[in-house]
């Protein structure tokens, strides 16, 4: 089992581009979520989704941020024309559904994006 | 609010000597706490949860309700703790709110 792969895990993209980052989870898990790392700072959970539903996105940006987790493939985070304040490291983790509520996550590597 | 404090950003003692990585959090139910570490180059990975009272690698982190810490702790630190450390607390939404994180560096 690979674990929880990300990629890319960097990206650089200029203010206005759109930046995609993927995650696909450990195998068997079906429970995504995606935090972000500001420097100096904490993870900040960001959103929490199951195949094909987002079930918590209460810690995502109103606008420009997006999440999906398709049936088949990966789990994208998606940024629309983004700016340098969104220059950070984007983690992504997944559990099955009984690690829920034991609170042990399996993180990927992260993807780092800078928005020049 | 829910809150998580790691007031220390850098701890730095030597090999064998005590290490204390604290670890304040502000809750209103009845908390469970976690200590997650990533190791150089490495993910990171669930070290201890208070709820299951283990000791792992030689650490040990005990909830104190009256002064809401997670402090972790161990007698004897190794140069391979050297490592980045996370105290992290569920919600009633099973969601995990992150401290800040300490950089813990162990001196030969």
């Known amino acids: 089992n690979a674990g929880v792969m990300q990629n890319p895990r960097h990206l650089v993209r200029r203010r206005g581009q759109e930046a995609r980052l993927r995650c696909s989870p450990m195998k068997g898990h079906s429970h995504v979520y995606w935090y972000r790392q500001l420097p100096e700072e904490g993870l900040k959970f960001m959103v929490y989704l199951q195949k094909e539903n987002i079930i918590d996105e209460s810690g995502m940006p109103k606008e420009r941020f997006s999440a999906e987790f398709p049936k088949e493939g990966p789990s994208i985070l998606r940024i629309q024309q983004v700016v340098r304040g969104d220059s950070a490291a984007y983690f992504c983790?997944?559990?099955?559904?009984?690690?829920?509520?034991?609170?042990?996550?399996?993180f990927g590597e992260g993807s780092r994006l800078t928005v020049l | 609010a829910q809150r998580v404090t790691q007031p220390e950003k850098l701890l730095s003692v030597f090999k064998g000597a005590p290490v204390e990585l604290k670890c304040n959090y502000s809750?209103?139910?009845?908390?469970?706490l976690f200590w997650y570490v990533q190791y150089s180059r490495q993910r990171l990975q669930l070290l201890l949860r208070h709820i299951s009272r283990e000791s792992i690698k030689g650490f040990t982190a005990d909830l104190n309700k009256g002064e809401t810490s997670f402090h972790l702790k161990k007698p004897f630190a190794q140069e391979e703790d050297s490592a980045m450390y996370y105290c992290?607390?569920?919600?009633?939404?099973?969601?995990?709110?992150w401290g800040a994180g300490t950089k813990l560096i162990i001196k030969p």
């Open positions: 992290a607390l569920m919600d009633s939404n099973y969601q995990l709110i």
């Open positions: 983790a997944s559990s099955t559904a009984g690690d829920i509520n034991t609170g042990e996550l399996f």
């Open positions: 809750y209103s139910g009845s908390p469970e």
